[in-house]
């Protein structure tokens, strides 16, 4: 029913009825905002400000409320990216995509493999592209859009949409990582990350650790972090050993968490921070480890700890 059906109705049943539409939208429009962004916080941004667009637009003209709201959200996106992009030059250390426990919530249901998929390898992968490679890739292999509402969400032509989804789609599927873990295997091997490291054994750590694993700590600047990948297990073994030494701030909680789908865990220190780390698991063994010091990246998940999260002495990471 349009709102050239509701012209009977008080103005504020009107405000009521269009935001019940927006809703209906609002978890398909966060998805999308954020794997363009890479930042739940941004995400949730844009699609607030498309919100206040949906309330000001002249909605007796909208066909369709979701093609016309992930219109918006797209632009917004679009707009945001590039002075993201030079944020990213500056930023301090490795970027990593702000982490969400609740990756399913953000599913963009449909049929596409990556429809779940908001890995960290992935959404790296994504950070690669050009924003319209990274708008016309979501959009038709994720969110199943088809390639004429591509080129009107994005003012291109059919065949430039064809052409940029596809130069997206050969990076990701080259840069994605090629061994899915099941659930049971990934929590065993977190369980086994957590003991060893609970107990600072350094034979377990490296039985799970690959050998070219490879350690991403995002701090920003802000907080202590790595300002280079750390490449191999016998060089992240030496650097967790040394901090372990130092105990300069001690994890106090630990506990197990599914972090953007991978397993991962939350830690908070003794002074009341926290980070998360995500494991990548390919062959039974841990090929890459992402922690997030970044407060600015952790304040959702902050506020899902609040309660506490169990867990034990460790060093920090």
Known sequence: MTDALQDHRLPEERRH????????????????????????????????EAYIRWHRTDRT??????????????????????????????YVGPWLPEPVLDAETLGAETASDY????????ML????????ERAAFLLHDVFDVEFEEVARLLGRNQATCRQLAARGRAHIRESRPRFQVQADKGSEILQAFMTAYRTGNVDGLASILSEDAVLYTDGGGKRR????????????????????????????????????GL?????????????????EVANDRIGRVYVVRNPDKLRHVSE???????????PDP
């Not at 905002?33 to 739940?40: I, K, P």
């Not at 429809?115 to 992935?122: E, M, T």
């Not at 992968?125 to 319209?132: F, K, M, N, T, V």
């Not at 991962?264 to 494991?279: D, H, K, P």
């Open 225 to 260: 972090a790595a300002l280079n990948p750390i490449v191999g297990r016998a060089k992240i073994l030496a650097l967790l050993v040394g901090l372990a030494r130092k105990r300069a701030q001690p994890v106090v909680d630990l506990g197990p968490a599914t972090i953007n």
């Open 17 to 48: 009825w269009a935001a019940d539409q927006f809703e209906r939208h609002r978890r398909y429009l966060t998805g999308l905002a954020y794997r363009m962004l890479g930042s739940m916080t941004e995400a949730e941004d844009a699609v607030q």
């Open 61 to 90: 003209r909208v066909e369709s409320p979701r093609a016309f709201l992930a219109k918006v959200v797209t632009r917004i996106c679009l707009d945001q990216m590039k002075s993201a992009r030079a944020k990213r030059e500056t």
């Open 263 to 279: 397993p991962g865990c939350l830690a908070t220190l003794a002074n009341g921070e926290i980070l998360t780390i995500a494991l």
């Open 304 to 314: 899902r700890t609040r309660a506490g999260v169990p867990g034990t002495g460790l």
């Open 115 to 122: 429809a779940s998929d908001l890995s960290v390898g992935l």
């Open 125 to 132: 992968a994504l950070e690669r592209l050009s924003p319209l």
